[in-house]
């Protein structure tokens, strides 16, 4: 089993950074390919980037891809978001989630979620 604590999250100005973290308990995070998602209310779960168990696949949404950017540290068992050039539209609850399928896009693939981080942008 893994858990997942998320961070980082807060109020930030448009064309500001954030940088989420994702801590994940348990001895097996680096089985895992992760993927970031976030919601707001009202909307489904939406797909932000998504990143191999050895780090080199990286995939990403349209609407972030150059924006924002997905790593991983293995030794550490955490995940992170880099967002640059944030949007008022980038306003949600942001996730993290483990899973056992790379490049995976669907929330229904993902095993283990955190329990979200808020990140809102001001125009």
């Known amino acids: 089993q893994v858990q997942l604590v998320e961070s980082g999250g807060g109020l930030v100005q448009a064309g500001g950074s954030l940088r989420l973290s994702c801590a994940a308990s348990g001895r097996t995070f680096s089985s895992f390919a992760m993927g970031w998602f976030r919601q707001t209310p009202g909307k489904e779960r939406e797909f932000v980037a998504a990143?191999?168990?050895?780090?080199?696949?990286?995939d990403y949404a349209d609407s972030v891809k150059g924006r924002f950017t997905i790593s991983r540290d293995n030794t550490k068992n955490t995940v992170y978001l880099q967002m640059n050039s944030l949007k008022p539209e980038d306003t949600a609850v942001y996730y993290c989630?483990?899973?056992?399928?790379?490049?995976?896009?669907?929330?229904?693939?993902?095993?283990?979620w955190g329990q979200g981080t808020q990140v809102t942008v001001s125009s």
């Open positions: 989630a483990s899973t056992y399928y790379s490049g995976s896009f669907s929330p229904s693939q993902y095993n283990y």
């Open positions: 990143i191999s168990v050895s780090g080199r696949m990286l």
